[in-house]
Each structure stands twice: as C-alpha cells, then as structure tokens.
C-alpha cells in the first residue's frame, strides 16, 4: 500500500511542471511569441474602429471637469 500511494503523481505537482514546461517554451520561443503578439496587436488596432463604429459617446462625456 505504501508504494502504491508514492507512485501516484499529485495534482499540484503536475500543475507546477505544466506551468515550468510553458515557461521554458516562452523562453527557448521568445521571438517566435513576440511576432505573435505583435502581429495580434496590430490586428487588435485595425480592427478597433470596425467594432466601434456603434458606440455613441454623450457631449457632456467630452466637458472637462
């Protein structure tokens, strides 16, 4: 019984090695993921004025003070 139960992984642990194995992709991969994100940005930029065109925005928004 007692091998039985140091055999078995915990959860927290397979959640730590998960979160370590990502964080050694996004380094050995740092410029791969940073043209990723830029690439996401610009994207995100163009697209602003598309999903905004419905938005109103009230005068008394636009008074300083």
Do not use: D, Q
């Amino acid at each position: 019984m007692a091998t039985e139960e140091k055999e078995k992984p915990k959860e927290g642990a397979a959640r730590s090695r998960l979160i370590v194995r990502l964080g050694a992709f996004l380094v050995s991969h740092n410029l791969f993921v940073s043209v990723v994100c830029c690439i996401t940005g610009l994207i995100a930029l163009l697209l602003l004025p598309v999903l905004a065109k419905n938005t109103y925005i009230s005068e008394n928004a636009l008074m300083p003070g």
